[in-house]
């Protein structure tokens, strides 16, 4: 039988584990699907926003694939430190790491670690109940916003903060959050970007959704649209940035309609420096304007300008973390690879792979993730004979607890949701997610994890 560890429970893990049972000339394999969280899933369950249930419910499609048979979630289990990328080796004929790549990239600007700052998916952790996350604390006095950033991250960010909660009781946001994100005072957020419209990283849809919230105006710019120079005529622009300017085009001066809140849209202003109030808490960020360098850059002139902003959410792209033990490339913020096959020293190291984000850095939308998966497990069955070659001690299970991990396996999980729905029905909700790892923890033993 072939033994192989996925680490990683997220969209490129499930999209192995799927691959290497999906094929037919190797019935006997047994796939362990290892997570440091108790709860599988990855971004679906904690990084897509929960307002966006249709995305969410991916999740249905990954748990037909962790409830196959020859497939096995193993939660609350870490690879690093504790359990080295070495051990494993001695546990299973090969080991595919899917351990994604959500830390965000730095702004590299004076003021950016002031309190008050913080980078947007620790926001977006925080409302989706990320247990690292639980203790919140975001300055949600702010009276405005800051959003660094126009990729699809920044619009979710931007919308969770605009949206009253309200609109938020019906998703699985934890409790607290949803209580802090009523209590909240923001009532202008600013999401502003380097460059222009035609270079914005939004997709159309989430653009669009941003007109559709019951309580707050969108408001930009004509004069800074205008500066692009495909604003008077996007037809030549690649369909999804043409589709961009034209919603742009659309709301541009028109005035707000008189809505508790406000989402200014903001083009061709780089951060320059966050600066502190006399309370040592952000105040304001200073921005630089730019214009288009006539190469698809921008460049700075020597115009600037200064929003206010007691809360700055920082959103302008995401970089792996370096498993210990395992090479990684920090330039690239992923694990060298040859088409999966991790490289050790430029050279394949035999037996250790890797699939999505980790695998060919923060691109990409989930379905991105299936096919980056499938040539990992091609790769991999390939070599299964020679890697079947090598004798292995009995269940992996008893090794791994004999490493110290205590996992969480697929009952403790369906303990979880089945708490999870509880705690929603305690609170006249749908199902709520436990935000916190004692919680998640004893919600799984309470259940045979
Ligand atoms: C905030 C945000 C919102 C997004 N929203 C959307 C969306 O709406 N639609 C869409 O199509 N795409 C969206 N994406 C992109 C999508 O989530 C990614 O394409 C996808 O999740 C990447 O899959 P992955 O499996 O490589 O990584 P992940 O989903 O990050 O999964 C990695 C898993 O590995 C585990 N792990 C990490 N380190 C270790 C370790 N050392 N030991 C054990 N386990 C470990 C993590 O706990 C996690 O479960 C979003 C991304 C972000 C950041």
């Known amino acids: 039988m072939l033994r192989v560890a996925v680490i990683g429970s997220g969209p490129s893990g499930v999209y192995t584990a799927e691959a290497l049972t999906g094929q037919h000339q190797l019935p006997d394999i047994a796939v362990d699907v290892l997570d440091r969280l108790p709860c599988p899933y990855g971004l679906v369950r904690y990084g897509v926003a929960p307002d966006h249930e249709k995305i969410k419910s991916l999740q249905n499609n990954l748990r037909r694939v962790l409830e196959d048979p020859r497939v096995r979630f193993l939660g609350n289990v870490e690879v690093g430190e504790g359990l080295a990328p070495e051990r494993l080796r001695e546990m299973y004929h090969a080991v595919v790491y899917c351990v994604g790549s959500a830390a965000d990239r730095r702004l590299g600007v004076p003021g950016e670690d002031l309190p008050g700052s913080y980078p947007a998916t620790r926001f977006v952790s925080w409302y989706s109940a990320h247990p690292d996350e639980a203790a919140g604390g975001f300055p949600l006095d702010a009276k405005s916003a800051v959003v660094i950033g126009v990729g699809n991250v920044a619009v979710d960010v931007a919308r969770v903060l605009a949206r009253g909660a309200d609109e938020l009781r019906h ?83 028109r005035p707000p309609a008189g809505r508790s809140r406000r989402i200014h849209l903001r083009f061709f202003l780089r951060p320059q420096e966050l600066t502190a109030g006399p309370d040592g ?23 600037s300008e200064e929003i206010d902003a007691q809360l700055v959410l920082r959103s302008v792209g995401y970089r792996g973390v370096p498993v210990p033990g395992l090479p990684f490339d920090p330039a690239r913020g992923v694990v ?62 008893d090794a791994l607890r004999a490493a110290g991990a205590r996992p969480v396996a697929w009952p403790g999980w369906l303990a979880i949701e089945a708490a999870e729905a509880a705690l929603g029905a305690s609170l006249g909700r749908g199902t709520v997610k436990i935000p916190d790892w004692s919680g998640l923890l004893a919600a799984a033993r309470g259940g045979a994890g």
Not at 174 to 194: N, Q
Not at 207 to 230: C, N, Q
Not at 281 to 303: E, H, I, K, Y
């Open 281 to 303: 808490r952000v105040s304001a960020v200073r921005f630089v304007r730019t214009v288009p360098d006539g190469t698809g850059g921008v460049v700075d002139t020597a115009a």
């Open 336 to 397: 060298p690879n040859d088409a999966g096959r991790v490289l050790r020293d430029g050279v394949v190291a035999p037996g250790e792979y890797v699939a999505g984000w980790i695998k060919r850095g923060p691109t990409g939308v989930i379905g991105t993730n299936r096919p980056c998966a499938k040539e990992t497990a091609a790769g991999l069955l390939a070599h299964a004979s020679a890697l079947m070659a090598r004798p292995l001690p009995a269940d992996p299970l």
């Open 171 to 253: 998703t699985d946001v934890p409790d607290a959050a949803l209580r802090a994100l009523a209590a909240g005072e923001v009532t202008d957020v600013h999401m502003v970007g380097r460059r222009g419209p035609s270079q914005a990283k939004f997709t159309t849809k989430e653009l669009r959704e941003l007109g559709t919230l019951a309580d707050a105006d969108v408001l930009v710019r004509e004069d800074e649209l205008a500066l692009d120079p495909a604003y008077a005529d996007p037809s030549a622009l690649p369909a999804v940035a043409r589709r961009n300017v034209e919603v742009l085009r659309q709301w541009a001066g």
